[in-house]
């Protein structure tokens, strides 16, 4: 079947720090892969995505890589600031169906 | 408006009533998506359609739940003889393409759902 594993929070990280949170996923088919965010008090919105292997999704200095024979899509940024501070949703999508991990809670403090 | 939209934003029902809950997806979109989301969890996947046509109901969780677009525009999610464990956000997400396209999907705020 199809699922996410992401890695799990929270995760507490001061200004200009650097962030990885993983992500691997098991998909049938060739999946496309998302990064969704959650700001507090709004809804999911885009960061970034990839469609095929090797791409490689950015947006807002954040990253990430489709790493096919990893079944990975890990999420960097070099250097994190306050405003970053949300959840992050790896999201796989195969068929009609995202699917979502449990969600990585980011604090950056100053 | 200009994004999805989704009313209302809070309810709270009696365990044993019945709930609608509404979704104004973005104009023009194919694509209409509900989701389920239990505090601290991700997101699952309820139901989608194209246009009008309920292409995919596996993720509905019981028959209790019932989901329509009658004119492949404005969507209702509904819930009968509501249970606690149907507390969660409910989530409508739409999109321009059909998913074989697997373009982005846009999300609306959600609708927090507490049976008490």
């Known amino acids: 079947g199809n699922s996410v594993t992401q890695m799990e929070g929270p995760v507490t990280l001061s200004e200009e720090a650097f962030l990885t949170i993983n992500c691997t996923y098991t998909a049938t088919g060739y999946p496309s892969l998302f990064w969704y965010v959650q700001y507090p008090g709004e809804g999911l919105q885009l960061l970034l995505k990839a469609t095929k292997a090797d791409d490689k999704g950015s947006n807002k200095g954040f990253e990430a890589t489709y790493r096919k024979e990893t079944t990975s899509f890990h999420l960097e940024k070099g250097s994190v600031q306050v405003s970053d501070s949300a959840v992050y949703f790896c999201?796989?999508?195969?068929?009609?169906?995202?699917?979502f991990g449990t969600g990585t809670s980011l604090t950056v403090i100053p | 408006g200009a994004g999805v939209s989704q009313s209302p934003r809070y309810k709270v029902a009696k365990r044993g009533q019945d709930v609608a809950l509404r979704c104004d997806p973005i104009s023009g979109h194919v694509s209409l998506f509900w989701y389920q989301q239990a505090l601290g969890q991700g997101p699952e996947f309820l139901t989608y359609?194209?246009?009008?046509?309920?292409?995919?109901k596996s993720g509905l969780p019981s028959d209790r739940f019932f989901a329509e677009r009658p004119e492949g525009s404005v969507s209702t999610l509904k819930i009968q003889r509501t249970q606690q464990e149907d507390s969660a956000v409910y989530l409508c997400?739409?999109?321009?393409?059909?998913?074989?396209?697997?373009?982005?999907?846009?999300f609306g705020q959600g609708t927090r759902l507490t049976v008490v």
């Open positions: 999201a796989p999508i195969t068929g009609n169906q995202f699917y």
């Open positions: 997400a739409s999109s321009l393409a059909n998913q074989g396209a697997r373009t982005e999907a846009f």
């Open positions: 359609f194209q246009n009008e046509a309920q292409l995919d």
